[in-house]
């Protein structure tokens, strides 16, 4: 834990109030926040560790917007509960367990939420407030109070200088509110949180407007209305004053300025456009204004367009309700429901503007029932949604909520009438989701066989979401987690059931004891598989055939389709969903009724043609290919080769020579360079070697490169060869007085260092001593090469150059290396470096980051710093916790219709969110595209099965039942039987299963009673009919 006596910080208990917390520390730590960074950027996060936060009310939602700000590291959270834990809140909140019942609600979370982060103070308020008390925050949070007391403290907020953010949200039941006043005047610094959008320019007109094309291979993103700046532009260089210029009729690939460019100077060549972001300010009307004026609603659900409006007044009502009867609604009352049903009516008759025709009181009937509730799913959803709009509050970071949002998933519900006797509390810690749902649904949850494959940022929001709903609690119920992953630093900003401690640990392990003491009726196996064709022997047919339902948390596509594959195959519901930054996507995935996750590909990311990354960069990101392409090529990829030539050096030699060609003479020149000419010694020749690769990389090849192609070369068809988006490049000479330089040489050095198990010299932390080692490496004279080949062509795979005398430069160098072999000691080896991003004192980023700069100043690139540079090189999926709980709120709410088993297309939902703008979409999942052939239909769901350990003949008549016939039965790649050969006539009378053995010598697995054959078949008129794979089993 890191509360209690293991904090640094001070814990003190008086007037009503406890503290904890070892306060925000100014600096950035980049291991822990690399995530989080690449989303919001220093600037955002500066702002977010001075901000203080209060949230009040502690019950489920006030404990998942809480959790949330403390991962992403603001400077205080304070929380605010008069009220005292019962066992109701237990569906929800999963900070409290059965001995927190009767303690503050505020008290007991403290220490719970301490150890999701010690560097932000958390303290408990545990009397009512006073507006007074309001001006010590940037912004507050409000989940249980009374509309008169929102009223009072959302005007103190409002006119309070400088403002302070008000925020409302309810979760009752299936629905859902969020109301935002961030004053009268707010600034959003950036509106989306995207980098500016620039583009090459290839023309610009002498028009009125002028007319400027960008280069072809780069669409151009650029919006009508969007501020521009010009730079680098040649002849045309009035444009390049700086000054902004307003987008007008953009196309694909051009867009013109208002601009009258008559008279300029001809444009000539190059130039870069830069869009200009800026800040938009907005004014919020506060909550007793905006209640008569709500504006325009933030939709979810395009087939819920007048629901808004609908919820608008029934939260309102139930507000009116509560007062007169001084409780909530009672589950399965009618009475109350119709009393509510009334409030809502009146209020909607005494509407001015805006009055709705019909009430839905089937709607307002199921709002009323669910009214005392807290979920879970809608508790994680609304604490993502809430939680991101106190980071828009105090950074300015993104364009806030404006101003009301309402939400409901009555989808949810079972499809069978509710007995309001099913409703009724049995004194369980479910009672709430039971108020809902009923205690049939809920035994459903309970008895469910889940299969979670995942247990990173995703997997630790569905392991505490599962368990408050009891999923998999019951005696019949088992969750099986795998996650073959071990937890690292950067994962303790969103992945909140890990703690510092368990770093280096297996993640589904500690993720899944950590769901158990949320709630320890939790029956979950924890395993560190991965999910592969490899580990079919541990999730085995029997295995998948007992699943109730598989939620996928994975982070990468491969490891999604074979899941979505297994799900198909196995007929099971699959709830998939994802995250990047602040946006998520949700996937339902229903068999016979939605298409599969396979389904449908995103476009391939578009790859850099090999030339360009290596010879003609125009932007940072080829440069950090490059970087990052060499970084493994010289300290992992050539040691490795080393290593395995002189583990087996016959071996090694004769595949070399089979291959004979130029990238097997290319590695074996680079093996004899490690080994000979480049072999270090001593910390002196690392350091040598260092400085002359910064002079062959930013000098050497620079000069060869613009010898082969002057700046006036001409291609083949007459046009300028070093036109856009071709940068001419420029040599960087060496200077011990650039800290750059010098800090690239000793990276290198020091990783070379290492990989000839060379010790690092304390004198290189002297920047003298370092600087005369430098001063000491005699750097030869470079000449360009006449017959130097640099390859051109977009489409080339290779940079290899083929040579007739392959194989003779093959022999040569092979009795070199023996030669070379001779001299070294016995056992002798290299230590081949993997890249590791997330560790800042291993000289990995320092080297990545000093190539790509170096080589972006070649080219006139703009330089980034190391944290960018690791993003990018690193490929760095940015993630925030919010997202990721939003996403798994969104999952449970189907996963109460996956486990209800009753529930039509129509009722699912696929979810897109992106909470930077905010914008909701949600939609009926595609349909299965279905198949027909006379009275039979099927979908890529169906799989024919044949039993009774079948002969071929067998099989196929019982195909020709159905009106087709076989002309080719395959297994794998073997054919088991073509109409075509008659040879094959001599099988009828074979069991299919021995003919898989003998003829495709398949070994079946001991474990498996059926294989799988694929068959085409025709109708009785000829034509091809695509059926499904056709499992046969055996005895």
């Known amino acids: 834990m890191a509360g209690g006596s293991s904090l640094n910080g001070t814990v003190a208990v008086g007037n009503g109030k406890l503290a904890i917390g070892g306060g925000n520390v100014s600096e950035i730590d980049e291991d822990l926040h690399s995530r989080q960074l690449a989303v919001y950027g220093r600037e955002t996060m500066r702002r977010l560790f001075a901000s203080n936060i209060l949230i009040s009310g502690l019950q489920g939602l006030g404990a998942e917007i809480a959790k949330n700000l403390i991962l992403a590291g603001v400077k205080s959270v304070s929380l605010h509960d008069v009220g005292t834990v019962e066992l109701w809140d237990l569906s929800s909140n999963f900070i409290f367990s059965e001995e927190d019942i009767g303690k503050n609600r505020a008290l007991a979370s403290v220490t719970k939420l301490q150890e999701l982060n010690n560097s932000v103070m958390i303290s408990a308020l545990t009397s009512e407030m ?67 959008h620039t583009g090459i320019i290839a023309s610009i007109s002498n028009d009125n407007p002028a007319l400027v094309a960008c280069v072809d291979d780069e669409r151009v993103e650029f919006e009508d209305g969007d501020l521009v700046v010009f730079s680098e532009v040649r002849g045309m260089t009035e444009l390049n004053d700086g000054k902004p210029r307003k987008v007008m009729n953009t196309r694909p690939y051009s867009f013109s300025i208002e601009e009258d460019t008559t008279n300029y100077a001809q444009y000539e060549r190059g130039g870069i456009v830069t869009q200009v972001k800026q800040p938009k300010v907005l004014s919020f009307k506060p909550l007793h204004q905006a209640l008569k004026d709500p504006g325009d609603f933030l939709l979810s659900d395009f087939s819920k367009l007048d629901r808004p409006r609908l919820l608008h007044l029934a939260f309102q009502a139930l507000e009116k309700f509560r007062v007169e009867m001084g409780r909530f609604p009672l589950a399965g009352s009618e009475e109350d429901a119709q009393k509510l049903i009334v409030i809502t009516a009146n209020m909607n008759n005494t509407v001015a503007d805006g009055k709705l025709e019909e009430i839905d009181e089937k709607l307002l009937r199921n709002f009323a029932f669910g009214a005392r509730a807290v979920l879970n799913p809608m508790a994680a959803l609304f604490g993502g949604l809430v939680g991101q709009e106190v980071v828009k509050a105090c950074s300015g970071k993104f364009h806030p909520l404006v101003q009301f949002f309402y939400f409901d998933s009555v989808e949810s519900l079972p499809m069978e009438p509710l007995d309001p006797n099913d409703l009724r509390p049995l004194n369980s810690r479910y009672d709430a989701q039971i108020s809902v749902f009923g205690s049939k649904l809920q035994k459903k949850l309970e008895d469910a066989k889940v299969f979670v494959v995942g247990s990173g940022a995703l997997g630790c929001e569905f392991l505490k979401n599962l368990a408050l709903m009891g999923v998999c609690c019951g005696d019949e119920g088992k969750m099986t987690i795998t996650d073959d992953d071990v937890i690292e630093k950067s994962n303790l900003t969103r992945q909140f059931l890990f703690r510092d401690w368990n770093i280096g640990q297996a993640k589904s392990t500690v993720a899944s004891s950590a769901a158990t003491l949320i709630n320890s009726r939790l029956h979950v196996e924890a395993l560190q598989n991965r999910a592969s064709p490899e580990s079919e022997n541990v999730f085995h047919d029997t295995f998948w055939e007992n699943l109730s339902v598989v939620i996928n948390a994975l982070d990468n596509v491969n490891a999604r389709l074979y899941i979505d594959q297994r799900c198909v195959y196995f007929q099971k519901p699959l709830l998939e969903s994802g995250t990047l930054g602040a946006l998520c996507n949700i996937q339902t995935v229903i068999p016979h009724l939605t298409k599969n996750y396979g389904a449908t590909r995103d476009p391939p990311e578009k790859q850099a043609p090999m030339c360009t990354v290596h010879s003609f960069p125009h932007n940072i990101d080829h440069c950090l290919t490059w970087a990052r392409s060499e970084f493994e090529g010289l300290l992992e990829k050539t040691p490795t080769e080393v290593n395995a030539y002189l583990s087996s050096p016959s071996e090694y030699i004769s595949a070399m020579k089979k291959a004979g060609d130029a990238q097997a003479r290319d590695i074996l020149e680079r093996v004899l360079e490690c080994l000979d000419k480049d072999k270090c010694d001593t910390f002196q020749d690392c350091i040598t070697w260092a400085r002359l690769k910064f002079e062959d990389y930013f000098v050497n090849r620079v000069k060869q490169l613009t010898y082969t192609f002057p700046e006036d070369a001409l291609t083949s068809s007459g046009a300028p060869f070093w036109s856009a988006p071709k940068r001419f490049p420029r040599p960087v000479h060496f200077s011990n007085e650039d800290s750059s330089h010098i800090n690239f040489v000793l990276a290198a050095a020091i990783l070379r260092a290492e990989t000839f198990a060379i010790p690092v010299p304390d004198w290189v932390k002297s920047p003298a001593k370092l600087a005369d080692a430098v001063d000491k490496v005699i750097v030869p004279d470079f000449m360009p090469r006449r017959d130097a080949k640099i390859v051109t062509d977009e489409k080339a795979t290779s940079l290899s150059t083929a040579s007739m005398d392959d194989a003779v430069v093959i022999d040569e160098l092979v009795m070199r290396l023996e030669s070379c072999k001779q001299k070294l000691p016995v056992g002798y080896k290299m230590n081949p470096i993997q890249f590791e991003k997330d560790d800042d004192s291993n000289f990995h980023m320092d080297m990545i980051a000093g190539l790509a700069n170096m080589r972006a100043r070649n080219y006139s690139i703009p330089e980034v710093d190391k944290l960018k540079a690791k993003f990018i090189a690193g490929r760095i999926i940015p993630a925030i916790a919010t997202s990721t709980a939003m996403a798994t709120g969104f999952v449970c709410l189907e996963l109460y219709k996956v486990l209800d088993g009753h529930h039509k297309l129509e009722d699912y939902r696929d979810t897109f969110v992106n909470l930077a703008t905010p914008f909701f979409s949600m939609a009926e999942p595609a349909a299965a595209t279905s198949v027909k052939h006379r009275d039979l239909s099927w979908t890529v769901w169906d799989r024919w099965v044949l039993r009774g350990d079948p002969t071929l003949r067998k099989f196929l008549q019982w195909l020709k039942d159905k009106g087709l016939n076989a002309y080719s039965i395959s297994y794998g790649s073997c054919l088991l039987y073509n109409s075509m050969f008659p040879r094959h006539a001599d099988r009828m009378d074979r069991k299919m299963v021995d003919l898989v053995r003998d003829v495709a010598k398949a070994e079946l697995p001991p474990y498996r009673r059926h294989f799988d054959v694929v068959v085409a078949c025709e109708d009785e008129d000829d034509n091809d009919v695509d059926i499904p794979l056709v499992s046969v089993y055996f005895e």
């Open 130 to 196: 006073t507006k007074e008390q309001l001006a010590d925050f940037q912004a507050v949070v409000f989940t249980d109070i009374s509309l008169e007391k929102a009223i009072e403290f959302d005007d103190y907020c409002h006119r309070h200088q400088p403002p302070i953010a008000f925020i409302k949200s309810e979760v009752r039941g299936l629905f859902g509110s969020v109301f935002c006043d961030f004053g009268p005047e707010f600034t959003v610094l950036d509106v989306d949180g995207k980098d500016p």
